[in-house]
Structures are given as structure tokens and as C-alpha cells.
């Protein structure tokens, strides 16, 4: 693990693996409530991208991880979270990359690429039309005040929603700062996302059974020069399907 200084002064952490070759290094984003090891190092996409002579750069999005953890929901955003990832293009020096991101992570990668010229493959994973209609996650799928809520509450037994109850049992499990979490979903992304300023190759992935993800071809299709693909498992099961590294490994190589 090592440390920068992004542009706000939010202490941030990243990873990196591999030895620089003849294609960009790739650059990975986790999802809410995750971290660069969990999402990406234990299903093993690091070691495939590894394998097959990638460099390979991940980053804990602040607020998550090993990466500095302010309450304030005025730090947070993917907006914010994309600038983080250009200064981390820019602390390594890197003027090529590709970049693969997951969930929120998807959403920040998107509005990266719109943005920053240095990439040049993009991969998303975890998000559909959500990110085409409501720019971010799907709402719907997702009540922002109930995820909040389920956060912040001293006693989980009040959760009734499911899909919440996951998210807060995993953020206990991995001893995540709560309020941290909850300051990033009251700060999620929810304007417009420049899409057609990515005129990159792009590959959207979703889960058959991911409800974050839900008809992952009207992102695709949002996208200049994007295909798509749905595999086997929901929004947590799906990284872990051997076909999620490999997707990724062949579409970036």
C-alpha cells in the first residue's frame, strides 16, 4: 500500500501490481462499501490482469479502504472520486491507462473517460440504465434514505429492506466506518453524465440477477463504441464468476 494527497487534501491510498509492458497500465475502481482487496485482488481480476502482463494500479475511493475517512458529505461524490483518480494518473505519471471500475466505481469510471483523455479502454461492472437515466445508481433499486438510514441506525434489527441489510452487514463484517459510508451515498452522483464524449471502446458487464444492474444494454447503448455482456451471478456473486476476470482480461488486451 502507498499514500497520496489528492486535490481537496484527502489522504488517499492505492495498489499496485505487475511490471509495465507494452499496453497501458489498468487502473480499478471498487464499489460502495468495498475496498481495492475485496473487489478486485480476492476474486482474482488482479491476478488475471497480472498474468496476462498487465501493470495494474487500484485505488481505495476515500471513505472506504485504507484511505482517509472525513464525515462531511460535501467531500464525497463520484465527482469528487474522479478527481481523485486523475490525481493519481497524474502522481504515477501515467499518460496512458485502462480503466475498469465496479458499481460506484462504474459510475465514477464513466465520468472519468468523459473527462480525461488518458483512457483508453474502458470496462463497467454493476450498473445499467440507472447510470443512462438517473445519472448513478438506480434509485429505485436503491433508496438512497433507507441505505442512509440502515447505515447510521445503532440497531440492524430495524432494517427491513434486504438489499440494505447486505450492504450493512458487509460494511460490519469489514469494519467500515458507517458514517463515512453514509456521507457517500447522500453525496451520490444523480446529474447527467457525459456519455457520448466517450468515444472509446467500452465493455458493460452486469449479473443476470443484479438488480443494481438492470438492462445493461441501454448503457451500452448510450455509449459511442460499447458492447455488452451479462454473466452468470447478482451484484455480489458476479465478480467472483471466473468469466468476469476474463471478460475483462481479453476485452483490455
Same mark, same amino acid.
Given at each position: 500500500?502507498?499514500?497520496?494527497?489528492?486535490?481537496?487534501?484527502?489522504?488517499?491510498?492505492?495498489?499496485?501490481?505487475?511490471?509495465?509492458?507494452?499496453?497501458?497500465?489498468?487502473?480499478?475502481?471498487?464499489?460502495?462499501?468495498?475496498?481495492?482487496?475485496?473487489?478486485?485482488?480476492?476474486?482474482?481480476?488482479?491476478?488475471?490482469?497480472?498474468?496476462?502482463?498487465?501493470? @495494474? @494500479?487500484? &485505488?481505495?475511493?476515500?471513505?472506504?479502504? #485504507?484511505?482517509?475517512?472525513?464525515?462531511?458529505?460535501?467531500?464525497?461524490?463520484?465527482?469528487?472520486?474522479?478527481?481523485?483518480?486523475?490525481?493519481?494518473?497524474?502522481?504515477?505519471?501515467?499518460?496512458?491507462?485502462?480503466?475498469?471500475?465496479?458499481?460506484?466505481?462504474?459510475?465514477?469510471?464513466?465520468?472519468?473517460?468523459?473527462?480525461?483523455?488518458?483512457?483508453?479502454?474502458?470496462?463497467?461492472?454493476? &450498473?445499467?440504465?440507472? #447510470? @443512462?437515466?438517473?445519472?448513478?445508481?438506480?434509485? #429505485?433499486?436503491?433508496?438512497?434514505?433507507? =441505505?442512509?438510514?440502515?447505515?447510521?441506525?445503532?440497531?440492524?434489527?430495524?432494517?427491513?429492506?434486504?438489499?440494505?441489510?447486505?450492504?450493512?452487514?458487509?460494511? +460490519?463484517?469489514?469494519?467500515? +466506518?458507517?458514517?463515512?459510508?453514509?456521507?457517500?451515498?447522500?453525496?451520490?452522483?444523480?446529474?447527467?453524465?457525459?456519455?457520448?464524449?466517450?468515444?472509446?471502446?467500452?465493455? @458493460? =458487464?452486469?449479473?443476470?440477477?443484479?438488480? =443494481?444492474?438492470?438492462?445493461?444494454?441501454?448503457?451500452?447503448?448510450?455509449?459511442?463504441?460499447?458492447?455488452?455482456?451479462?454473466?452468470?451471478?447478482?451484484?455480489?456473486?458476479?465478480?467472483?464468476?471466473?468469466?468476469?476476470?476474463?471478460?475483462?482480461?481479453?476485452?483490455?488486451?
Amino acid at each position: 500500500m502507498q499514500t497520496f494527497t489528492s486535490f481537496d487534501g484527502t489522504t488517499l491510498a492505492y495498489y499496485t501490481w505487475g511490471e509495465a509492458g507494452e499496453l497501458p497500465p489498468v487502473a480499478l475502481h471498487h464499489g460502495f462499501s468495498t475496498y481495492a482487496a475485496a473487489n478486485w485482488q480476492a476474486p482474482g481480476i488482479v491476478a488475471a490482469l497480472v498474468a496476462a502482463g498487465r501493470r @495494474v @494500479v487500484a &485505488i481505495d475511493a476515500r471513505g472506504h479502504g #485504507a484511505s482517509e475517512k472525513p464525515h462531511d458529505p460535501a467531500r464525497y461524490g463520484e465527482d469528487k472520486m474522479a478527481r481523485d483518480l486523475a490525481a493519481l494518473f497524474d502522481e504515477l505519471e501515467l499518460d496512458r491507462v485502462d480503466l475498469v471500475g465496479y458499481s460506484m466505481g462504474g459510475v465514477v469510471a464513466l465520468l472519468t473517460a468523459a473527462a480525461d483523455p488518458r483512457v483508453r479502454r474502458l470496462v463497467t461492472g454493476g &450498473i445499467g440504465a440507472g #447510470a @443512462v437515466e438517473q445519472g448513478g445508481v438506480d434509485r #429505485a433499486a436503491l433508496p438512497g434514505r433507507a =441505505l442512509i438510514d440502515g447505515l447510521l441506525t445503532d440497531d440492524p434489527s430495524t432494517i427491513t429492506d434486504d438489499r440494505v441489510m447486505g450492504f450493512r452487514l458487509f460494511a +460490519d463484517a469489514s469494519g467500515a +466506518d458507517r458514517r463515512a459510508l453514509a456521507a457517500q451515498a447522500q453525496a451520490g452522483h444523480r446529474t447527467p453524465i457525459a456519455l457520448d464524449r466517450i468515444t472509446i471502446p467500452a465493455l @458493460v =458487464l452486469a449479473g443476470t440477477d443484479d438488480w =443494481l444492474a438492470t438492462r445493461p444494454e441501454v448503457l451500452a447503448a448510450a455509449l459511442p463504441d460499447a458492447r455488452w455482456k451479462v454473466l452468470s451471478g447478482d451484484h455480489l456473486t458476479v465478480v467472483r464468476n471466473p468469466e468476469f476476470a476474463t471478460a475483462i482480461t481479453t476485452f483490455l488486451t
